[in-house]
């Protein structure tokens, strides 16, 4: 069931949360050995929420949006009470003393918080097989990768172990994974959601968003998490539409959409992801948008610009990672704090977390700043103004979300620059910080594939409104949990 | 060491302060010293995973206001940055501060030496970070088994101050500080206590002689402004002694030394921090308006240089009075108060710098904390003024009326103080006083007049002090004049 379908029948009284709340753990526990999209379920804690809301509605009390319906939480989005560990060795112990606020939020919703899923560590990766833990499997197929970083929260969504779950997304950890899992995630604009207790990553990129299997479902909860948040500076201050209510209100006549040919013409793009995606375009075009082809030249920097700037705010964001307050401490043995620290670090770290380190410190150095992080910036600002000039002219931009579909576990692991490059297509939203969503809109070998769909800032209610029409022609995949071939 | 040649000595300061904010830099933690270790704490100025800094516009606000007094420019564009280096007692391990975009720069401090003109030392910058937490060591740093860790510091808003190589000597240091100190207190927005540590100064000195001029050697740990004082001067007389044996100096950094009162070596230029500053992604850019200026300019109270001009144009108080009272803003405001009940601020001055300072001193106090008010001390300089007490006798109440508030009025009834102005009575006592001393009263006759001192004492005596001087003189004189 749909999440929106699931709040209709409990406000109906036809279901109660308790019911629907079980009948997730019960489908968790049918896959979740082979899935492994979780690394907390908080089973007791769940159901007792879902009773106190039974009794809510059995006592005709107000309920609110999210009213009985269970919602997972990427493990780098802070939780009170449950682990936070961001995949990492270095969190392992970790318990949050607060919500972050779109948890909060949630909970003010009744939404229910079911556990907390795999993602790669510290959302540095694109396969999910960067958890320290376990790697998590794509439902479609166990023997290949969910996606990453959000991975966890994509093949939950996409097995039906959950309706709903948020997930991050700094340079398409919640495009990616929705596309390979065939589920619908949005990135929204940066600043729509506040990032109070996402676990940084890097901060200039990263956005928390919804991921769910429908249009609808992910409507309603951005609607809930969206808004500025006074804990957070760069959260904007700008009204939050009521997404989930206006989706049907779009004239496609009036709206001008184009094709990005860098997002979608490239060679590193399958030809069977080509023909899928030309193919929802199509039915775009019947349905009466007028579609056109833009160059974004620009777009083509996206990958250094991106690991540059993302590695440099990393270096300094993950440095507080250091054994002294929080974490695993591993001294040495008549060592002082500093081997402490070097002890600590190449033990609770992963080689991706560490690669990505070492390559922000470099990048930020005395002597390489302006060459390196500086030009990164320029270039970001290029790329920035390149979408503003697409803007003038049209309001949707599209392209694909991921040049492949899921690949096998263990196929790009040797490779970072392959794996780097699952992201070519959704780096350029992330470095403008507009708002993209992935649509399932058919299959490839049996595999989904995304179509990405680009607004301009802010513009979230167009790209769901879009997003919906199509998602009307094309259909809702039903959950899937396919042991592979 | 004497030196003979000429040299010239460059110094530069940097000064750090805690603002007096309520809250903390960037989150809302209270900022009271002597607090429990760690109960100041929130997951902000912890650096939890995943926490967000929230600018403190107060603190933002105190800047403005320092910057203002400091004749400094204010940026109409300004940012943070992030500051990377690791050390236990920084939590997040960068610290957030500001790099290429302070919120201040071009102004000065004009300072005045004993001898010769008012000098202008330049202010480059004044920006606004966070402090850090601290480090408590058991026993020597490098020897210690374990270190603990007090945040309650960490996250408190800091301003830095960095002034022009204008500083010429030591002297002049000790003096830019003591005036600085005294215009962050009238403004309000630190204590600037350098043993609590909400003043911190690191100096930076160089010598020349003739054309050969030394690299800038940094000098660290000075815990007050004598110690920054001596520091300067001994790191000058090394300086200068190493050029005059023409030995080779490396840029460097030294460490004060108190008890042995010496510099010493910490460490060379080749560790110096890359601190690989970036524009702090989580804040956005800082834009002040012309308006917010104007309004915090209107909060600005008189500053010391102010009020020094005023003391000595309308008070017509002494250079060395007026330097006192500015220092000590608490005796300044005090006499202000007091002279809307007697209007004579120089005997104000008297008493405040006097009996009043020496009681506060004895009692380590200050008038702030001590019971007596404005009104009570003017109700006694008009007793005084009009005769009904003697400053005398206005001595021995004064402490009392300091330590414990007690009305003039009610110290003078207790203890039957009022002074003798009845000259019946008072003739009846110089009278018997005449006839005691026979001996004296003749000297006096045969023109020592001298001893007429002695009788007045005899007859003071005799009053318990409370007679009236004035008119024991002319009753005095007239009872002699006519024997």
Known sequence: MKAVEIKQAISDRKVKAEEVVCSCFDRISEVESKIKSFLYIAKEKAIEQAKEIDKKIASGRSIGKLAGIPVSIKDNICTEGMPTTCASRILTNFISPYNATVVDKILAEDGILLGKNNCDEFAMGSSTENSFFFPTTNPWDITRVPGGSSGGSASAVASGEVPLSLGTDTGGSIRQPASLCGIVGLKPTYGRVSRFGLVAFASSLDQIGPMGRCVEDIALLLEVIAGKDWRDSTSAPIKVDEYSKELSAIDPDSIKVALIKELLQEEGIEEGVKDVIYNSVKILSDLGFKIEEVSLPHLAYSLPVYYLISSAEASSNLARYDGVRYGERKEVKDGNVFDMYINTRTIGLGPEVKRRIMLGTFALSAGYYDAYYLKAQKVRTLIKQEFRKAFDKYQILLGAVSPTVAFKLGEKLDNPVQMYLSDICTLPASLAGIPALSLPVGLYNCLPVGLQIIGDYFCESLLLKVAYILEKEIGVFTPVFNEGK | ?483
Not at chain 2, 44 to 67: F, Q
Not at chain 2, 254 to 279: N, Q, S, V
Not at chain 2, 321 to 336: C, M, P, Q, R, W
């Open chain 2, 1 to 483: 060491m004497r030196v003979n040649k000429i040299f010239t000595t460059t110094i530069g300061l940097e000064v750090h302060i805690e603002l007096r904010t309520e809250s903390k830099m960037f989150c809302n933690c209270p900022t009271a010293f002597g607090a429990e270790p760690n109960s100041n704490t929130c997951p902000v100025c912890l650096g939890l995973p995943g926490v967000l800094p929230v600018i403190n516009k107060k603190a933002v606000e105190m800047l403005i206001k320092t910057a203002i007094a400091l004749n400094c420019k204010i940026a109409d564009y300004s940012k943070f940055d992030r500051k990377n280096y690791f050390y236990p007692d920084m939590p997040k391990n960068y610290q957030i501060s500001q790099y290429d975009f302070p919120l201040a720069y071009s102004g000065f401090l004009e300072i005045e030496p004993e001898e010769g003109p008012k000098k202008r030392i330049g202010i480059i910058r004044i920006h606004l970070e966070e402090d850090t937490g601290k480090s408590i060591h058991t026993g020597d740093i490098d020897k210690s088994l374990y270190t603990l860790e007090d945040f309650n510091r960490a996250g408190i808003p800091l301003l830095e101050i960095v002034t022009a190589p204008d500083i010429s000597s030591p002297g002049e240091a000790y003096l830019y500080l003591n005036d600085l100190k005294n215009i962050i207190q009238y403004l309000g927005v630190s204590d600037c206590k350098m043993e609590e540590g909400s003043l911190r100064c690191d100096a930076n000195i160089s010598v020349s002689i003739g054309g050969k001029q030394t690299p800038k050697i940094e000098v660290k740990n000075m815990n007050s402004f004598k110690a920054v004082e001596k520091a300067l001067a001994y790191e000058e007389s090394r300086l200068v002694s190493a050029l005059e044996n023409g030995e080779q100096i490396e840029q460097h950094t030294r460490g004060w030394l108190e008890k042995e009162e010496k510099t010493i070596f910490m460490r060379g230029k080749e560790f110096a921090h890359d601190y690989r500053y970036f524009p702090e992604p989580d804040l956005p850019p800082l834009v002040i308006t012309k308006e917010e200026i104007e309004k915090i300019k209107k909060s600005i109270p008189e500053l010391p240089y102010q009020r020094r001009e005023r003391y000595i144009k309308d008070f017509g108080l002494s250079h060395y009075d007026t330097a006192l009272l500015v220092e000590n803003k608490e005796l300044g405001d005090f006499l202000e108060q007091t002279l809307k009940f007697f209007n004579n601020p120089k005997k104000i001055c008297n008493w405040l710098l006097g009996d009043i300072s020496r009681i506060l001193n004895k009692n380590n106090t200050s008038i702030t904390q001590q019971l007596l008010t404005p009104a009570n001390l003017a109700m006694m300089l008009n007793l005084i003024e009009e005769e009904v007490i003697s400053g005398k006798m206005a001595k021995e109440l004064i402490e009392e009326m300091v330590i414990k508030g007690t009305p003039v009025e009610t110290l003078i009834k207790k203890q039957n103080l009022q002074q003798i102005k009845d000259e019946e009575s008072l003739k009846k006592v110089i009278t018997e006083v005449i006839k005691e001393n026979p001996d004296s009263v003749n000297k006096i006759l045969s023109g020592k007049t001298k001893v007429k001192g002695f009788l007045v004492g005899e007859i003071m005596k005799k009053t318990e002090g409370k007679a009236n001087p004035q008119l024991v003189n002319k009753i005095l004189d007239k009872t002699l004049g006519g024997l």
